[in-house]
């Protein structure tokens, strides 16, 4: 007999559901001219049935980050998507964009290291798995449906992936994935950061573009930069954390990290032994840099309405 797919377990148990995010003043259509009004079905994603709405899960994740803020708490908080999926069912489909692991054998050697940082993200921090009716086919043939669906199941097969090592999704621990693209996008994000100490941990960084970024929104935060590899960090952190970790100035107050399928790594030990929040920013920091080009065009969730 099948296993039910966790995410039909959460469902049916009426802990999740999935539903559209509407964020105020959030534009995707502009979005959908780029690229095609399909890319809107991921717009309706998997929601805690704690939270009514997706203005209420981007307050909840800025009273999080203000919170780590001022109490100088570790909050690492990591999206998962494609390159995510593909890394964790030990394939090197990972190898998109960026290149993240070397071989297959690889992924094994660091599987245990992966597995280590789920279990403290799951504890402390914030899941944000990109999980929409078009990735979880086998969930959305019972409670959702798309015409012309694709049969991809990899968001769903990411959730089953969890559950199987024993680390369980919750309202406490998760978080829409795009959510965290409206956050950082936006004047609150900006404000917050306003006069703190920000570390940003990425290979490729245009310091005028990332202080320009920061000024037309009105904030300006006290940026440092510090590199880290542009390849492989998901199976090659712990060659160079020791480095990377002693050019993190020590007051300072958050992190914004660019690493591919290493976020995890990345936001999970910078949070937990320096005691800040650390954001996985992926794309945001490819806008931030003015190099959108970088991430092959706009994400949903980071166009505000003119």
């Known amino acids: 007999m099948q296993k039910t797919r966790y995410l039909e377990d959460l469902i049916s148990q009426q802990l999740f559901r999935f539903q559209r995010l509407v964020i105020e003043g959030i534009d995707n259509e ?10 809107l079905s991921e ?49 090197l489909g990972c ?30 921090g914030l899941f944000a798995p990109l999980v929409f009716p ?10 959702f449906s798309f015409k012309k669906q694709k049969r991809d199941s990899t968001g769903a097969g ?22 965290i693209y409206a956050y950082l996008s936006s004047e609150e994000f900006a404000a917050a950061v306003d006069g703190k100490n920000v570390c940003i941990l990425n290979s490729d960084s245009n310091q005028e573009s990332c202080r320009n970024w920061f000024d037309q929104l009105g904030s300006r935060p006290h940026l440092k930069f510090v590199d880290i590899p542009a390849e492989y960090v998901a199976t090659r952190w712990e060659e160079s954390k020791k480095e990377v970790l002693a050019k993190i100035p020590p007051d300072t107050h958050l992190c914004l990290a660019g690493a591919g399928v290493g976020a995890l790594l990345v936001c999970v030990d910078v949070a937990k032994i320096r005691a800040l929040p650390v954001i996985d920013a992926g794309h945001v920091l490819n806008m931030m840099n003015s190099r959108v080009d970088k991430s092959n065009g706009a994400r949903l969730y980071t166009l505000r309405k003119q």
């Not at 078009?134 to 409670?143: D, E, L, T």
């Not at 992936?161 to 829409?176: K, M, Q």
């Open 95 to 124: 190898n998109g964009l960026y290149k993240q692991a070397e071989s297959v054998e690889a992924i094994k050697r660091v599987m245990p290291l992966h597995l280590a940082a789920m279990e403290y993200l799951a504890d402390h």
């Open 30 to 39: 502009a979005v959908a001219r780029i690229f095609s009004n399909a890319i």
């Open 158 to 179: 990411f959730l089953d992936f969890l559950r199987a090592n024993s680390i369980n999704l919750s309202s406490a621990n998760y978080i829409p994935f795009y959510v």
């Open 43 to 91: 717009e309706y994603c998997l929601f805690s049935n704690t939270i009514s709405n997706g203005d209420e899960y981007f307050r909840l994740l800025h009273d999080l980050i203000v919170r780590a803020l001022v109490n100088r708490h570790s909050l690492p908080v990591v999206r998962f998507a494609d390159g995510e999926y593909a890394f964790y069912r030990f394939t």
């Open 134 to 143: 078009g990735n979880s086919h086998v969930a959305s043939r019972s409670f």
